[in-house]
């Protein structure tokens, strides 16, 4: 996989990184750029696809579930905190403008307050690709761009979540070198939950090479 990473700051502490869609790396049939306005509704519909396939027992609920995605979505979107950030994986094709407008994957990243941390902390939400673009870079993508933004807002490790049923996703981010969290032993306990608390010293970017 090689990435391509933009010339110049990518990332910034300014809120207008949120809605001006500045690209920030690409790969080979696709870029990552900041999420804008007009693709609220389709990264909706990518969340909704992803986390309630038609199949699910959730399927009934589509329409009143992408209508609250998206709502949420344009929530923070219209908020523009400084300290959060959504990317989008778009199709990228010579002599094809309609690929600027296919988003293929989605990520977002935010500070946020976490169970036992002292304070708040970069926290990754809602990565999904598109199942037909999957295995292909773009998931890791996404998450480089993470990175960027957490590395630019001077913090020294970044967060997510995973299921325990969810091995594929489990050996991505170990492939990212994502490790469990010391606060693990705690968190499905007092949470009831199956999550697995995952997280990255961000010193890894750099000595791993996967940025410049």
């Not at 989008?88 to 169970?115: F, H």
């Not at 807002?153 to 490790?179: D, G, M, P, S």
Request: include cysteine.
């Amino acid at each position: 996989m090689s990435v391509k990473w933009m010339t110049g700051p990518v990332i910034s502490n300014s809120p207008a990184l949120w809605a001006n869609g500045s690209q920030v790396l690409s790969g080979p049939s696709f870029s990552i750029r900041t999420v804008e306005d007009r693709d609220l509704l389709r990264v909706a519909q990518l969340l909704c696809e992803s986390f309630y396939p038609p199949t699910s027992y959730w399927h009934w609920a589509l329409p009143v579930l992408r209508v609250g995605i998206y709502q949420d979505l344009r929530t923070r979107f219209i908020t523009q905190s400084p300290k959060h950030a959504c990317f989008i994986a778009v199709k990228t094709g010579p002599g094809d403008p309609s690929a600027q407008n296919n988003i293929i994957g989605t990520v977002e990243v935010t500070l946020r307050s976490l169970w036992l941390l002292r304070q708040p902390v970069p926290y990754i939400s809602n990565l999904a690709v598109a199942p037909n673009h999957r295995r292909r870079g773009v998931a890791q993508h996404l998450l480089l761009a993470c990175e960027q933004a957490a590395t630019a807002w001077q913090t020294h490790f970044l967060y997510l979540n995973v299921l325990e049923t969810n091995i594929a996703a489990q050996q991505l981010y170990t492939k990212a070198q994502y490790c469990r969290s010391e606060q693990q032993g705690l968190w499905p306990r007092l949470r009831r939950s199956k999550r697995i608390l995952l997280r990255k010293h961000l010193s890894t970017v750099t000595e791993t090479g996967y940025r410049p």
